[in-house]
């Protein structure tokens, strides 16, 4: 599928998923300096607030298949269409025992699973806050949404990720800073150049004819 060169030039959009349940906190700081560098660079953003809500696992109960959404109608049905929309996805989170928040696993369970709409090319990234360890490990965790879904994902010049008790204490983090600065502008540059390269070789071609399962026990 090849796009027109006005849709290259449009402002990009990029989705932030805020995975803690304090809106101000480190998770938020960490986001916010990139807002500033996606602000500055003319690309589109919104902040989802996913830590402090109620939202349930996945049952499994294979309703979005048929209905073309989740059987449970909260904030993941609410976020799919701006998912669907955006050029990029940055998803950030707190570390609770070595893993994001466990409120946002069963968001993003919920969220990737249920949209049936293709997310390839869109531009993942991760981003985590911690006191001290859990960073790599939580940070790894949540890439595998992107690359589950062929989704490139954005790189910076260190971990994704920022240190500090509170928001306060991140603002003294001035490497993780300086990352989520770059982190922003390597972002801006991929979702551009994608959008490039849509529109004049159209996007890679996907096959999902072959479904391993071994229902016969070989």
Known sequence: MKISLTEVNRIAKVLLINGSPHANGCTAAALDEMIKVFAAQGVETEVVHVGNKDIR????????GRKGQCVFDDLV???APKLEAADGLVIGSPVYYGSPNGTLLSFLDRLFYSTSFSKQMKVGAAVVSCRRGGNTASFDVLNKYFTISA???ASATYWNQVHGFTA?????DLEGLQT???LARNMTFLMRAIASAKETDGLPQQ???VYTS???GK
């Open 180 to 182: 989520m600065r770059n």
């Open 77 to 79: 049905n609410e976020t």
């Open 151 to 153: 989704m490139p994902i």
């Open 57 to 64: 696992g996945c049952i499994s109960c294979g309703t979005c």
């Open 168 to 172: 306060q204490d991140v603002a003294k």
């Open 207 to 209: 096959e999902l004819d």
């Open 214 to 216: 071994f229902p016969d």
